[in-house]
């Protein structure tokens, strides 16, 4: 079942997620959930535990209509730099750009609990860093710079207090 998805401010995005000792039918089931919360958002191509309020170390992504996960996963090597316009399901509306290393090397452990390990560059590289920030219970705010996270803390702020605003009233009178 699709879960609600946590937004900043929520004291769980800031947690560490434990590690996942036995991948059995409950986090089986957990993970469906969050592909059902994947696949209900809008547009969204990654999603962590986390997210939807449940501290352990698991990520799930689907990047070209093939649903991935991984469980306690690891950057062990990462190098260059690239510059992209970063946003997240628990902050909607806001992209920042944010430099991160462009190529990595991921470690984790997949369904049938095997080690497995992925290189990815670009989208995907800057996916995987960004999930396992959430692991660690870090954001992007926590990932700029004064004066950016200033600036952005205020665009959020301000789209989402237009978001919960309520509509205009309207009337309509007898003519
Ligand atoms: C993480 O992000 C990520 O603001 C996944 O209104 C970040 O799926 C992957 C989303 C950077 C690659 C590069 C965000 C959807 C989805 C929003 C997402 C929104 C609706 C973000
Ligand atoms: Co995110």
Known sequence: MAQQIRT???????????Q???IDGKIARLVDDMFDTLYTSE??????APQIGVQKQIFVWDMDDQPMVIFNPEIV???????????CLSIPGLYV????PNEVLMRGVDL????????ASELAGRLFQHEIDHLNGVLMFDR???EQRKEA???????????AAPPPRRRLRLS
Request: net charge negative.
């Open 97 to 100: 750009e944010m430099m991160r």
């Open 8 to 18: 900043f401010g929520d004291p769980v995005l800031k947690t560490q997620a434990a």
């Open 43 to 48: 547009s969204g191509i990654g999603l962590a």
């Open 144 to 146: 700029m710079q004064p």
């Open 77 to 87: 090597e990462a190098r260059g730099e690239w510059v992209y316009d970063e946003g």
């Open 153 to 163: 803390l205020a665009e959020y702020r301000r789209l989402r207090d237009a978001a």
């Open 20 to 22: 996942v000792t036995d």
């Open 112 to 119: 049938d609990g095997n080690t497995i390990e992925i290189e």
